[in-house]
C-alpha cells in the first residue's frame, strides 16, 4: 500500500506557499485548473466585477457611517469581497445560506439591500429580515452556532427530497468551536447537503490562524469523512468554480464539502478593534498585492473585455448606491420602545402582556407631563 | 381507558402527536433502537422510521442545533436529552438560539422544537443523572418552561407542547416515570387543561402548597398526613413554570394566607424565589406569613447514598408548613 492510499498527505510547513484552487493570479492572469474550470460569460464576468466593487463600497460607507457615530459597531469584509461574492453567485435559487455577521458580499448577492444589515450594526433591530424571502438567514453573532442550524436545515431538505444545498458560512477561528466540529459530524453522519465555507481570512480578532490549528484548515473535513479543498479566496473565479462544484455534488445526495477560502481580513475585525498592536504592516502590504478586486480589473482592461466608459458608469453606480446606504442609514427610525414585547412569542404570554402594559403606562406618564410642560409654554 | 406508567404516557403523547402531523420529529440519543434510556420513545422508530426518530451522534448541542435547522424547514423536532445533566452542551443553542431567534427575526421565523429533560433525583443514580436545572431556562426569555406530574398531564402535555409554535422544555419526573393512572384516550386536547395552567390538586384552608414535577406526589402525601392533624393543605400542582398561572397562584394564596413552595431543585434563586416574591408583591396584605421555601441545598447534587436527606419530603415540607401557621 502507497502512503497516498494510506491517507498521508503532504503538510506544508510554515511559512511555505499554500496549495489552493486558483483561476485567476494576483497579475490579472487566467490559468486552467485540472479539477476545477470555469465556463464564464463577458457578461457574466463584468457582473462579478461588479458586485465586488459595489459590495466593497457598502463597507466603506458602513465604516465611514461608524465612524461618524451613526453605527455602533461595523464588522468590515474588506479583502473577502471575493470568497463571499463567488460563493454567494454560486448558489441557485432554492439554497439556503446561513451566515456570520460578516457576509455582506453574501447578503448583496441574494439581494438583501444592505439597510437591513446596517439596521442592526446601528441597533434597531437584531437582524429582521424574512429569511426565507432570499433564503438569506440572520446573522448569527455567537461564533459557529450557524452551523449546526445549516446543517439540521440540510438535513430537512433531504428529507423533502429537495434538490438543493445549504452553505453554511464561518471563519478560521470558528473551526475551534465544538459546534463547526458537531456540524462537521452531524453533516457527515446524515450525509446532508450542505457546503461548509471556511473563510480564512489568518486572523480571529487578534489571534492568528496558527492559534487555532496546526494544520491546513482544509485537511480537516477528511477526519471527518468528506472532502476538503482550498481555494484561493481572492480569486473569485476560483470560488465560483469550487462552490458551484461542491453545492451541485451536495444536490445530488453526495454530502459535505469543507472548503476553505484562503484570504485576508484586511481591516480590523471591527471598528472596535486596533489590528497595530497584534500585527505588521508588512503583512498587510503583500495581501494587497494580492487585492480581489485588482485582479479581476486588470484582467477586464488587459483583454479588453471592459472599457473605460464600463468603469465610469459602474464608479457612478457606486455613487448613487453608497447614497442610498447613507441617506436610509440616517433616516432609520429608532423603534417604539414598546417592541421590545413584541415577537418574543408566537403564542400569548401573560407575563410580557403585563409587563408591557406597565411600562405603557409608566411611560404615558411622561406624555402627561410633556403635555403638561407644553401647556406652560 | 388504560392503566398507564407516566413513561408510556409520554410514549402515547409522542404517537399521537406523530400520527396527527408528518412534520414531527423525534431525534436524540439512543431514541431509535433501544426506545431511549427510560423507554419513553419505546416502538416509534419501528412504526415512523429512521427519517423521523433519529438516533443522533453524541452532542447535544449537534441535537439542539440540527433540531432548530430543522424547525426553520418546517419541521417539528421533539429533542430527548437523555439526562438533565447532560443539556448543558446545548445551553448555548437553547438560551441564545432557540429562544431568541425568533425575536431577532422580528417574528418572521418559529421554532416549534420541543426538549424533553428527565428531571430530578431519588433513583440511586450517579453525578448528573439527578439535577433539576428548570431555572435557568424559567429565567430565559424565549422559552416556555412545563413540568408534567402524572401520566395523564404527561399525555396532554407532550401533545401541547409539540403544538406550540413557540420553544417548550418539557420536565418529565423520572423518579415518577413507573408511577400508573388511568387514561382516557378519547379525550381530545382541547377537553384537557391548556398547557399553562396550575391546577389545585386538593383544596385546603390552612395553607397552600406549590409543587411541580416530582414533588407534587411528595405534597400530596404532605397534605394527607396534615389531616390526620386537621390541617388542611390546599395543593397546587404549578404545571407551567414559565408562564406561570398566577390567578390561581394568587387566588390560592389570599384564600389560606400562608404559602409554602417545595421543589428539588436549590433554593437559592429557584422557582421558590420568584413565587415568593411574586406573590408577596400581589397578596401582601392577605398573607399572615411569609412564603417559605422547601428545596434541595445549595450544593451540588450530593451522592446517592445522601440523595434522601437533600431531597425535599414528606416530614421537611409538614415542618415548614408548621412554622408557617406558627407565625
Not at chain 2, 421565523?109 to 431519588?122: E, H, K, M
Amino acid at each position: 500500500m502507497t502512503d497516498s492510499a494510506l491517507g498521508t498527505r503532504h503538510i506544508p510547513t510554515q511559512g511555505s506557499e499554500p496549495e489552493l484552487v486558483q483561476l485567476l493570479t494576483p497579475e490579472g492572469q487566467r490559468v486552467e485548473h485540472p479539477t476545477y474550470s470555469l465556463q464564464i460569460s463577458d457578461d457574466e464576468l463584468r457582473g462579478l466585477y461588479r458586485d465586488l466593487v459595489l459590495v466593497r463600497r457598502v463597507d466603506a460607507e458602513a465604516t465611514a457611517l461608524q465612524r461618524q457615530g451613526e453605527l455602533g459597531i461595523w464588522a468590515s469584509l474588506l479583502g473577502q469581497e471575493a470568497a463571499q461574492v463567488g460563493s454567494g453567485r454560486a448558489m441557485a435559487e432554492d439554497d439556503y445560506a446561513f451566515p456570520t455577521y460578516r457576509e455582506h458580499g453574501v447578503a448583496w448577492c441574494r439581494g438583501i439591500d444592505p439597510l437591513n444589515l446596517l439596521g442592526l450594526f446601528r441597533g434597531v433591530n437584531h437582524g429582521g429580515w424574512d429569511p426565507d424571502e432570499k433564503n438569506f438567514h440572520l446573522y448569527t453573532i455567537v461564533i459557529g452556532a450557524q452551523t449546526l442550524h445549516a446543517t439540521g436545515y440540510a438535513m430537512g431538505m433531504q428529507k423533502d427530497g429537495a434538490e438543493s444545498a445549504v452553505i453554511a458560512y464561518f471563519g478560521d477561528g470558528a473551526t475551534s468551536q465544538g459546534d463547526v466540529n458537531e456540524a462537521f459530524i452531524y453533516a457527515s453522519v446524515f450525509n446532508a447537503p450542505v457546503v461548509f465555507f471556511c473563510q480564512n481570512n489568518q486572523w480571529a480578532i487578534s489571534e492568528p490562524i496558527e492559534k487555532q490549528t496546526r494544520i491546513p484548515l482544509y485537511q480537516r473535513a477528511m477526519g471527518f469523512g468528506f472532502p476538503g479543498v482550498r481555494v484561493d479566496g481572492n480569486d473569485v473565479l476560483a470560488v465560483l468554480a469550487v462552490t458551484r462544484a461542491a453545492l451541485q455534488k451536495a444536490r445530488e445526495g453526495s454530502g459535505p464539502t469543507l472548503i476553505e477560502a484562503y484570504t485576508y481580513r484586511m481591516g480590523a475585525h471591527t471598528t472596535s478593534d486596533d489590528p497595530t498592536r497584534y500585527r505588521l504592516t508588512h503583512e498587510l502590504e503583500s495581501w494587497k498585492l494580492k487585492d480581489p478586486i485588482e485582479r479581476v480589473k486588470a484582467y477586464l482592461v488587459r483583454t479588453g473585455k471592459a472599457d473605460q466608459a464600463y468603469f465610469d458608469a459602474l464608479e457612478r453606480e457606486a455613487d448613487g448606491l453608497a447614497a442610498h446606504v447613507r441617506r436610509g442609514c440616517l433616516e432609520m427610525p429608532d423603534p417604539d420602545p414598546l417592541s421590545i414585547f413584541d415577537h418574543v412569542y408566537a403564542e400569548r404570554h401573560p407575563l410580557l402582556e403585563e409587563e408591557r402594559e406597565q411600562f405603557a403606562a409608566y411611560l404615558e406618564t411622561f406624555d402627561a407631563v410633556d403635555a403638561h410642560d407644553a401647556g406652560d409654554r | 381507558m388504560a392503566t398507564v406508567t407516566l413513561a408510556k404516557a409520554v410514549t402515547m403523547g409522542l404517537r399521537a402527536a406523530m400520527e396527527a402531523d408528518p412534520k414531527v420529529l423525534v431525534m436524540g440519543e439512543d431514541v431509535g433502537k433501544l426506545g431511549g434510556v427510560f423507554r419513553v420513545t419505546d416502538g416509534l422508530q419501528k412504526d415512523f422510521g429512521e427519517d423521523r426518530v433519529i438516533d443522533t451522534p453524541l452532542a447535544e448541542s449537534g441535537i439542539i442545533g440540527t433540531a432548530i435547522g430543522l424547525a426553520l424547514r418546517g419541521y417539528r423536532p421533539v429533542c430527548e436529552i437523555q439526562f438533565d445533566g447532560f443539556v448543558y452542551p446545548a445551553f448555548d443553542q437553547i438560551v441564545s438560539q432557540l429562544a431568541k431567534m425568533r425575536a431577532r427575526a422580528l417574528g418572521k421565523v418559529s421554532l416549534p422544537v420541543v426538549v424533553r429533560i428527565p428531571v430530578g433525583g431519588g433513583i440511586g443514580a450517579v453525578e448528573h443523572h439527578s439535577e433539576s436545572n428548570e431555572a435557568y431556562f424559567a429565567h430565559t426569555a424565549g422559552l416556555r418552561v412545563v413540568a408534567c406530574s402524572n401520566p395523564v398531564d404527561a399525555y396532554f402535555m407532550t401533545q401541547q407542547a409539540i403544538a406550540s409554535d413557540d420553544p417548550v422544555i418539557l420536565y418529565e419526573p423520572k423518579r415518577r416515570y413507573w408511577e400508573k393512572a388511568d387514561l382516557d384516550e378519547s379525550l381530545t386536547l382541547e377537553q384537557a387543561a391548556p398547557l399553562h395552567s396550575a391546577r389545585v390538586l386538593r383544596s385546603g384552608t390552612d395553607a397552600t402548597v406549590i409543587a411541580y414535577g416530582p414533588m407534587v406526589k411528595t405534597a400530596m402525601e404532605a397534605a394527607t398526613a396534615a389531616a390526620e392533624e386537621g390541617k388542611e393543605l390546599e395543593v397546587i400542582d404549578l404545571r407551567s413554570l414559565s408562564p406561570l398561572d398566577t390567578g390561581t397562584l394568587e387566588a390560592s394564596a389570599r384564600k389560606t394566607g400562608r404559602v409554602v413552595v417545595v421543589h428539588e431543585a436549590p433554593g437559592f434563586l429557584g422557582m421558590g424565589s420568584e413565587l415568593a416574591a411574586r406573590i408577596t408583591e400581589t397578596c401582601f396584605f392577605s398573607l399572615e406569613a411569609p412564603v417559605l421555601r422547601v428545596t434541595g441545598f445549595d450544593t451540588p447534587y450530593p451522592p446517592s447514598r445522601l440523595e434522601e436527606e437533600y431531597l425535599p419530603d414528606l416530614d421537611r415540607l409538614l415542618d415548614a408548613v408548621d412554622r408557617s401557621l406558627a407565625y
